[in-house]
Every structure is written in structure tokens, then in C-alpha cells.
């Protein structure tokens, strides 16, 4: 079975730019939710696969949770990326 992983498009982006969040090796089962969060702040969600747009500089971090439909646990697996948004108009 391939490694289950959260796919960004980049992992910089500029003012304006961007990022897609994809999938890979994971099965159409499995129960799927990726936060974005900003200084610990949720800032966007979603249970596909999405585009997101960060409005303010600094680093953001995708979660991704796993779960199987017939677990008890809250999740069963979290895959965290980092991303930096840089404005460069300032």
C-alpha cells in the first residue's frame, strides 16, 4: 500500500498565490477532514480535496485526520504540513 500523505501544491506562496491540497494513497473509505490553521486559529476546513487563498503573512499548518467509518476514535492517523504565505508588498 502506498504511504498515505497530504499533497501541497507548494509550499511558499506569494501574495495572491494560491494552494492546492490533494490526496495520495488514501482510500476512498477512509473518513477525511484537513484544517488550516493559522496561529493555532482554525482559518479554513474541508473533507475533499481543495483550494485555499491565505489572506494574512507567516506560517500556516494543513491537518489532515483519518478515520476508518466503523472506529470509535475521534481519528485514527493526522499527517501535519507546514507553509509559509509571504507578502511581499510590504
Given at each position: 500500500m502506498p504511504e498515505k500523505d497530504l499533497v501541497l501544491s507548494r509550499d511558499k506562496i506569494l501574495l495572491g498565490d494560491?494552494?492546492?491540497?490533494?490526496?495520495?494513497?488514501?482510500?476512498?473509505?477512509?473518513?477525511?477532514?484537513?484544517?488550516?490553521?493559522?496561529?493555532?486559529?482554525?482559518?479554513?476546513?474541508?473533507?475533499?480535496?481543495?483550494?485555499?487563498?491565505?489572506?494574512?503573512?507567516?506560517?500556516?499548518?494543513a491537518m489532515l485526520y483519518l478515520k476508518s467509518p466503523d472506529s470509535v476514535n475521534e481519528y485514527d492517523e493526522v499527517i501535519s504540513k507546514s507553509l509559509t504565505y509571504i507578502n511581499i508588498q510590504q
Open positions: 494560491s494552494i492546492e491540497f490533494t490526496f495520495k494513497g488514501i482510500e476512498d473509505t477512509l473518513l477525511k477532514k484537513v484544517e488550516i490553521k493559522y496561529s493555532d486559529e482554525v482559518v479554513a476546513s474541508s473533507e475533499a480535496q481543495f483550494t485555499f487563498t491565505p489572506n494574512k503573512d507567516g506560517e500556516y499548518e
